[in-house]
């Protein structure tokens, strides 16, 4: 079966949120890789974005998540790893 987690999930995976123990619980009991498109990417990296500018996280949470989204994914991927 294929599981596709919604944005706001996958932001608590690269921004510390009140849930984000919660999300990464969820993620990590249907293993690793998760299957990743190319609209979530935008959506988390605007996600990300938006946290920032409203400043919601910090420029370094800011930088490391965009960072670590990168890493973990490549546009044409379907699927990336999650820690």
Do not use: H
């Not at 995976?13 to 009140?18: H, M, T, V």
């Not at 993620?27 to 498109?37: A, K, L, M, N």
């Not at 994914?73 to 379907?78: A, F, L």
């Amino acid at each position: 079966m294929t599981i596709y987690f919604d944005t706001g999930i996958l932001l608590k995976l690269y921004s510390a949120e009140a849930d984000s123990a919660k999300a990464i619980a969820l993620v990590q009991r249907f293993g690793s890789p998760i299957c990743f498109t190319d609209l979530q990417d935008a959506e988390l990296r605007n996600a990300l974005y938006r946290k920032n500018a409203r400043n919601e996280i910090s420029r370094p949470e800011f930088k490391e998540g965009i960072t670590r989204s990168a890493e973990r994914y490549r546009p044409g991927n379907s699927s990336a790893s999650v820690d």
